[in-house]
């Protein structure tokens, strides 16, 4: 499967942003699918993480009640509804699929795509 990530760009504290990642190929519904995100000097962190049915999400405890990750998979796409953003929320956001059962372990993902940056201005 092949990913690709866009929708972000320059927000202030306090405003929100709505992340998409369209995916190609016939099996997107069979695979897991997270969002990740990369601060300059930090590790990749696994933010929001869902699985293939939408009927299972995972939640960093940095981002619970703020960001809601969806999926629609007739349109073989995943969002990021990220509101309430902070400073700290600013970082290259990827998205990910993961063909195992796991959807909060961050070792699970097997694809990636190109990153989006998402920055939160104070």
């Known amino acids: 499967v092949q990913l690709q990530a866009f929708g972000g760009g320059l927000v202030q504290t306090g405003g929100f942003l709505r992340l998409s990642c369209a995916a190609s190929?016939?099996?997107?519904?069979?695979?897991?699918m997270g969002w990740f995100r990369q601060a300059p000097g930090k590790e990749r962190e696994l933010v929001a993480g869902?699985?293939?049915?939408?009927?299972?999400?995972y939640y960093a405890d940095s981002v619970k009640g703020r960001f809601t990750i969806s999926r629609d998979n007739p349109k073989n796409t995943v969002y990021l509804q990220m509101n309430s953003l902070k400073p700290e929320d600013t970082a290259v956001y990827y998205c990910?699929?993961?063909?195992?059962?796991?959807?909060?372990?961050?070792?699970?993902?097997?694809?990636w795509g190109q990153g989006t940056q998402v920055t939160v201005s104070s």
């Open positions: 990910a699929a993961s063909s195992g059962r796991s959807i909060s372990r961050a070792d699970v993902y097997d694809y």
């Open positions: 190929g016939r099996t997107f519904s069979s695979y897991g």
């Open positions: 869902i699985s293939w049915s939408g009927g299972r999400t």
